[in-house]
């Protein structure tokens, strides 16, 4: 049985074409990278629906409603979303739902994320909150849908079933999904051109093929009433008998080895689709970021490194260590410097440091020079005390000229917690050794004096994060280091992601971890035979070595 307000499948002459005199909602989704239906706005839907009555076999530039979507454009005959600057394409459908639902009402569901922004639900889900809404229910289990959630309304509020945290929720009044009346033309099934069930006999196509995809103006019932239609391996026109080559174009490759750049690729393909040629798009592989399963019984500790835990709190700072102490601990005095460049200040070393008026330290006179007592570099001591005063201040100075580090470094790392154990599975290029698995975590948090805004929100995006190392001596051996350097604060710094560009947020600090399983589509994956040397050397570069975890 379907929920009041989802939406029912209704066969008609079986091609899923609803009744001529029914109304709906229609709200237009998008399918993203783990598989879910997400709803365009309200706005954009009515912009679609727009030029679709102009032109069923048109483009939809989303920009022109919704300053947010510049970069994408959506093309009817293929019935996808194209993203101009990347090429990305993704599937889209023309889904409908009762006029008395949630969208027909202009209700929107809404969940607050660790960014602090609001997030709309999937649009089944927001149907069926919206219900139970309606009908006073004091709480809501989404289980049967698939999520470990629990709604409550008094609180409006939603619980991990799981974890128990909560976050707040909202219902808001948006504009009301447009309404349509009538059946839908056959141009709108998606792909165009897929529903003889003919046969393709070209080939690109597997042998045989009888398979269609979906139509795109069928009436969706819920989740689990809907049966699940094998998808076709190329998206487009399927080639005519005796009819010309169909140009192969690669959608997104990922791993940058092929012949097109893939905005020109899917542009090519959207052109010539348009312009009525037949034309395949392939479907990239897609990178395997997590292993199969794993029951708590088959996660094992790591051999030889102990415990499965290490969580880092704030930084409690040194009071007894200032500026001056530092720099002499780790040099000595130069009588007669010799005649070059301080490389801090670019003023000679036997003239006066270039911060002479800018500070003034007691007992720090402008002309002092020293040497560090393992590299020999020369500096003045006023250009150390202030390069220390405007770094972490931990107690330990680093070269600037070859990167030497001096005492114990630490970093800016924000609290969390680091988990790391033993899953029986084997990582591309290791098939004889179980795999280390580590496990980050950080939430959300105030910046501290540290930090590049004291006193500001920073946001902590896609956490936790799953990283992977081979259960080898080598890979054992990078996972007591890269502990090091949790306890270090080295793992992660608070800075601007060079992914979104959104500042004031949790970004790596330059040790590099494979956050990719079963492949190595995005460069972050096996196999890769230099990348534990790599990972060493860049720990090594922080000050983190057997050496001097020893120490």
């Known amino acids: 049985m379907s929920r009041p307000g989802q939406g029912v499948m209704m066969q008609v002459n079986g091609l899923g074409f609803p009744p001529q005199n029914v109304a709906r909602v229609v709200v237009w989704e998008w399918l993203n990278e783990h598989n879910r239906w997400r709803p365009y706005s309200a706005t954009v839907c009515h912009h679609i629906e727009n030029v679709l009555k102009e032109d069923a076999r048109g483009s939809v ?28 394409m993704r599937p889209v459908r023309r889904n409908f739902y009762d006029p008395s639902s949630a969208p027909g009402k ?12 609001w997030t709309a639900y999937d649009m089944d889900i927001c149907i069926t909150i919206q219900n139970a809404y309606e009908k006073q229910h004091p709480w809501l289990d989404l289980s049967s849908l698939g999520f470990c959630y629990l709604i409550y309304f008094n609180s409006m509020s939603q619980m991990n079933r799981q974890t128990r945290r909560r976050r707040r929720l909202r219902r808001r009044l948006d504009l009301a999904y447009p309404l349509t009346v009538g059946s839908i033309p056959k141009s709108q099934s998606w792909p165009v051109g897929a529903s003889s069930g003919q046969p393709c006999s070209c080939q690109q196509c597997p042998a045989g093929s009888t398979a269609r995809a979906p139509p795109s103006n069928a009436i969706l019932g819920p989740r689990s009433a809907r049966k699940a239609a094998p998808r076709p391996p190329f998206v487009g ?42 034309v395949c798009l392939t479907r990239a592989p897609k990178p395997i970021l997590h292993p199969p399963p794993v029951s708590k019984s088959d996660v094992k500790p790591v051999p030889g490194v102990p415990g499965v835990c290490r969580k880092t709190k704030k930084k409690h700072l040194k009071k007894s260590k ?18 070059e460049d301080c490389t801090i200040c670019m003023e000679r070393l036997v003239t006066a440091s270039g911060y002479e008026g800018v500070l003034r330290r007691k007992g720090v006179r402008p002309e002092l020079v020293g040497r560090l007592g393992r590299c020999g570099h020369m500096y003045h001591l006023l250009c150390l005390v202030a390069m220390y005063s405007n770094g972490n201040k931990d107690g330990s100075l680093q070269c600037p000229t070859c990167k030497a580090i001096y005492g114990e470094k630490t970093g800016t790392q924000p609290p969390g917690k680091m988990e790391f154990h033993l899953i029986p599975h084997s990582l591309p290029g290791f098939a004889d050794t179980q795999t280390i698995r580590i496990v980050y975590d950080i939430p959300t948090g105030i910046q501290g004096p540290e930090h590049p805004n004291p006193g500001k929100k920073f946001t902590a995006r896609g956490f936790p994060r799953h990283c992977y190392l081979p259960n080898n001596e080598k890979g054992r051996k990078v996972l007591r280091l890269l502990i090091t350097a949790w306890e270090r604060r080295l793992i992660f710094t608070i800075g601007t992601s060079n992914t979104t560009g959104e500042s004031d947020t949790v970004v790596w600090n330059e040790i ?12 972050h994956g096996y196999p890769d035979a230099s990348y534990l040397d790599n990972v060493l050397a860049e720990l090594t570069a922080q000050g983190v070595s057997e050496a001097t975890a020893k120490a």
């Open 237 to 278: 026109r399927r080639c005519p008998p005796g009819g010309p080559p169909v140009p192969a174009l690669p959608v997104k490759n990922l791993n940058g080895t092929g012949p097109v750049h893939p905005a020109l690729a899917g542009m090519t393909g959207i052109l010539l689709c348009a312009a009525g040629l037949p």
């Open 322 to 339: 200032n500026p001056e102490d530092v720099v002499r601990r780790y040099m000595q005095k130069v009588k007669n410097p010799p005649d």
């Open 106 to 117: 202009g209700i929107v569901w809404e969940w607050e994320n660790d960014g602090g922004a």
């Open 512 to 523: 590099h971890h494979k956050t990719e399983f079963g492949s190595n589509l995005t460069g």
């Open 61 to 88: 530039v989303l920009g022109q409603v919704d300053a947010q979507l510049v970069p994408y454009i959506i093309d009817l005959q293929s019935m996808h979303q194209f993203r101009q600057d990347t090429g990305t």
